[in-house]
């Protein structure tokens, strides 16, 4: 697929009505993604963290199940997402001077990426950790939610700030076609 033809919105038709992309005939490979986020919080959250924890217990360890869990449970969350064979997810969550930091790593094999999986996992993630930490900041603000790399699928490899190298139809695609759209978006 040229950059030309993934410049239009694959989950709308014709018509303009939503539709799911049809993925039967694409093959099943080896796909994974990688997201990340962070929360910001007070000082007074990072030093319990670091130290006694929050009144709700362990914020951490808490947020990590729930990011795992959002990752299975996106088709759930996204009408147009495909129900995938999630095979592994990882959320790591670490406490910086100002913030928690999530990153998730999501694989399948499949026929269609698993962006979406990855920035669930880490969104649930951060939702979660605003619950558990609000009791002592209520402003916490989650921030910065965005896909940085998949492997994969028909348009290859894309690192964010890198742009893509080419799938297995041998074809390079820009950093321009490719930074916004995924495998499940561009139908390939």
Do not use: F
Request: charged letters at 25%; glycine letters at 10%.
């Amino acid at each position: 697929m040229s950059s030309a033809e993934q410049q239009h919105l694959t989950h709308v038709d014709e018509r303009g009505a939503a539709r799911m992309v049809d993925v039967s005939a694409k093959d099943v490979t080896a796909r994974t993604a990688r997201a990340s986020g962070r929360v910001l919080v007070s000082p007074r959250v990072v030093a319990l963290l670091r130290g006694e924890g929050v009144p709700k217990g362990d914020a951490l360890a808490t947020a990590r199940i729930a990011g795992i869990m959002g990752a299975k449970r996106t088709p759930d969350l996204i009408p147009l997402c495909h129900p995938l064979a999630v095979s592994g997810v990882e959320v790591d969550l670490s406490v910086a001077d100002d913030a928690v930091e999530i990153t998730a790593q999501v694989r399948t094999t499949d026929r269609t990426g698993v962006e979406m999986e990855a920035l669930t996992a880490v969104t649930v993630a951060a939702l979660t950790v605003v619950d558990m930490v609000k009791a002592v900041d209520k402003a916490a603000v989650v921030s910065d939610v965005r896909v940085e790399e998949k492997s994969g699928g028909r348009s290859g490899n894309w690192t964010r700030g890198g742009g893509t190298s080419p799938g297995a139809a041998g074809r390079p695609d820009g950093p321009a076609a490719s930074e916004h759209a995924s495998d499940e978006e561009s139908g390939v």
